[in-house]
Structure formats: C-alpha cells, structure tokens
C-alpha cells in the first residue's frame, strides 16, 4: 500500500509530465491521474487518523479502568 506521501509524490509528477506535453488526450489523462492520487493521499491520511484516534481512545479506556 503506498504512503500519503508517495501518492503526493506521484501526484506531482503527473501534473509535470501534464504541462510538458503538448498532446491533449495524454495532458487531461495526466491531471486525472494526479486528481486521483491526490484523493489516495487524502484518502489514506483520513483512514490514519481514524486509526490513530481509535487507538487513543482504547489506551484511554485501559488506563481509566486501572
């Protein structure tokens, strides 16, 4: 599973490639696929969050039945 930042990564070098090439239907294919690997990123920071939280919230628990 890629990481935020490699989804960010790629994201990034599909928008150059979309501004280097002169070729409309590789351009828009480009800033679709960078769209899309944004939306992975933000995706996969939501999930860690909720996971992070998750676990905050069940080592809080454990430590207010001690």
Do not use: D, G, W
């Amino acid at each position: 599973m890629p990481t935020p930042k490699e989804c960010r990564n790629n994201a990034e070098i599909c928008r150059k490639l979309a501004r280097q090439t002169n070729e409309i239907y590789a351009k828009m294919a480009l800033i679709e696929l960078a769209n899309e690997f944004r939306t992975m990123a933000e995706a996969l920071e939501r999930r860690a969050r909720k996971s992070a939280e998750r676990r905050h919230h069940a080592v809080s628990a454990v430590r207010h039945r001690r």
